[in-house]
C-alpha cells in the first residue's frame, strides 16, 4: 500500500516536471547542456513545489 | 523607421493613453477597469517594440507583463472587493477589444518570428496576455467572490 | 521614427506622474501609479534600457499598489479600533 502511494507521488512529481523542463526550454534563449541541467534542476525543485500546493489546494 | 514601432506609437497613443485618461478622474470602478486595461495594451506595444527594434531579447519584457499585469489586478481586486461591491465594474467591450488587439499582436508578430523555439514563447505570452486578463477583469467584476473568506 | 517613440513615452510619463501627484485619495492615487509604473516601463525600452524596464515592471505593477493599499488598510482598521475604543471608555462608568 506504502509502496504505490509513494509510485503514485513520484508518478505525480514527473507529471509535473515534463511541462515545466518543457517551459524552460521555450524560454530560454540559447541551448546548451549547462543550460538543460539547470533547468532539470529548477524544473525538479518546482515540481515538488507544484505537487506541495496542488494538495493545499485541494485540502488534502 | 519601420511599420512596427509605427503600430506601437498607434496603440501607445490611442490604448495607453485613453487608459491614462481613465485613471486620472471619475469613479472608482473606471480607475480599476483603466488601470487592467493599460497592461492588458501595453503588453502589445512592448512585443511591438521588440518586433520593430529587432531585438528578440526585449519580448522578456513583454512576458512578465502579462504575467505581473494580471497579478496587479488581481490584487485591486481583492482589496478593494468592498468598495467594488456596490457597483462591480463590467466593461466588455473595452476589455474583448483589448484581448482581441492582444491576439492580434501576437498573431502578426508570430507570422514575423516564423517556425521555432521563438513561436512557442510567444505563443505562451499571447495565451498568458489574453487569459490572465479575462481573468483578471473578471475577478474585478466580482465574479470570484465565492472562496473569499474575510 | 524612433525620436517619435520617445517623445510619445515622455508625455505619457510626465501626464500619469501629473495625475498621481494630483490625486489626493491613496487608493485612487496607487491605481494611478500602477499605470505609472507600466508607462515608464515603456519609457525605459524605448531608451534602449530593457534591464531597467523588468525591475520597473516587477515594482511598479504589482509590488508598489500592493504595500501601498496594504499600509491603507492597517491604517483605516487601526484607526476604527482607536474610535472604537474611544467610545466604549465614553460609554463606561
Given at each position: 500500500?506504502?509502496?504505490?502511494r509513494?509510485?503514485l507521488?513520484?508518478?505525480?512529481v ?6 515545466l523542463?518543457a517551459?524552460?526550454?521555450v ?5 546548451d ?5 539547470v533547468?532539470?534542476?529548477a524544473?525538479a525543485?518546482?515540481?515538488?513545489v507544484a ?6 489546494v485541494?485540502?488534502r | ?9 498607434l ?7 485613453a487608459t491614462?485618461?481613465?485613471?486620472a ?16 495594451l501595453?503588453?502589445p506595444?512592448?512585443?511591438l517594440?521588440a ?33 467594488l461591491?456596490?457597483?462591480?465594474p463590467?466593461?466588455r ?10 491576439a ?13 523555439r521563438a ?11 489574453v ?7 473578471r ?11 474575510d | 521614427m ?6 510619445v ?8 506622474a501629473?495625475?498621481a ?9 496607487s ?8 508607462v515608464l516601463?515603456?519609457l525605459f525600452?524605448v531608451?534602449q ?12 505593477s ?9 499600509t491603507?488598510r492597517?491604517?483605516k ?13 465614553g460609554?463606561?462608568?
Open positions: 500500500m506504502k509502496g504505490r509513494t509510485l507521488a513520484l508518478a505525480e514527473a507529471a509535473w516536471w515534463v511541462p523542463a517551459l524552460w526550454l524560454l530560454i534563449s540559447t541551448v547542456p549547462l543550460e538543460l541541467a533547468g532539470a534542476g524544473s525543485l518546482t515540481a515538488f505537487r506541495g500546493a496542488r494538495r493545499a485541494s485540502g | 523607421m519601420n511599420g512596427w514601432i509605427l503600430a506601437a506609437v496603440v501607445l497613443v490611442t490604448g495607453v493613453g491614462l485618461w481613465g485613471v478622474g471619475g469613479p472608482l470602478r473606471r480607475r480599476a477597469t483603466a488601470q487592467n486595461l493599460c497592461t492588458a501595453a503588453c506595444v512592448l512585443l517594440l518586433q520593430g527594434y529587432g531585438r528578440p531579447a526585449y519580448v522578456d519584457l513583454a512576458l512578465v507583463l502579462a504575467v505581473l499585469g494580471p497579478v496587479g489586478t488581481l490584487v485591486f481586486a481583492r482589496l478593494l472587493a468592498d468598495e461591491a456596490d457597483d462591480p463590467h466593461a467591450g473595452p476589455t474583448w477589444t483589448a484581448a482581441a488587439l492582444g492580434a499582436v501576437v498573431g502578426a508578430v508570430a507570422v514575423a518570428t516564423g517556425p521555432g513561436l512557442v514563447k510567444l505563443l505562451v505570452i499571447g495565451v498568458l496576455l487569459g490572465g486578463n479575462l481573468i483578471a477583469s475577478a474585478l467584476a466580482g465574479g470570484m467572490q465565492e472562496g473569499r473568506g | 524612433t525620436e517619435t517613440v520617445i517623445v513615452a515622455l508625455l505619457l510619463v510626465a501626464v500619469a501629473t495625475a501627484v494630483a490625486v489626493r485619495d491613496p487608493v485612487r492615487q491605481l494611478v501609479l500602477a499605470v505609472l509604473g507600466v516601463a515603456v525600452t531608451l534600457a530593457p534591464d531597467v524596464g523588468l525591475s520597473q515592471l516587477a515594482v511598479g504589482a509590488l508598489t499598489p500592493l504595500l501601498l493599499l496594504l491603507v492597517k491604517a482598521r487601526r484607526g476604527r479600533r482607536a474610535e472604537r475604543g474611544r467610545s466604549a471608555g460609554d463606561g462608568p
